[in-house]
Nanobody, 115 residues
Framework: QVHLVESGGGLVQPGGSLRLSCAASGSIFSINAMRWHRQAPGKQRELVAVMASDGSIYYVDSVKGRFIISRDNAKNTWYLQMNSLKPEDTAVYYC?????????WGQGTQVTVSS
């Protein structure tokens, strides 16, 4: 089993930065990919970024050039560095890992971009 714990959300002004963390424990060797999603109020959950086990990375167009997904193997932790934040980035952000045994989700962390 894999357990994910997210942290790093909060309130930030437009143009500011935040770094989200997703710490994994358990059978992490079976993880094929790690994804960050977000869900804004009244909207469907949206895929934001993906890091596959081969290191390949994908970003949704709306965050390209502003968000960076990374991993610290020693800490079994993935990060989402979010720069130049906009009010439309306000959402609950979830990390999610894909394994042959199934998908595992973190609990979510709120990001609010407002002046």
């Amino acid at each position: 089993q894999v357990h994910l714990v997210e942290s790093g959300g909060g309130l930030v002004q437009p143009g500011g930065s935040l770094r989200l963390s997703c710490a994994a424990s358990g059978s992490i060797f079976s993880i094929n990919a790690m994804r960050w999603h977000r869900q804004a109020p009244g909207k469907q959950r949206e895929l934001v970024a993906v890091m596959a086990s081969d290191g390949s990375i994908y970003y949704v167009d709306s965050v390209k050039g502003r968000f960076i997904i990374s991993r610290d193997n020693a800490k079994n932790t993935w990060y989402l560095q979010m720069n130049s934040l906009k009010p439309e980035d306000t959402a609950v952000y979830y990390c999610n890992v894909l394994r042959p045994e199934g998908s595992v989700w973190g609990q979510g962390t709120q990001v609010t971009v407002s002046s």
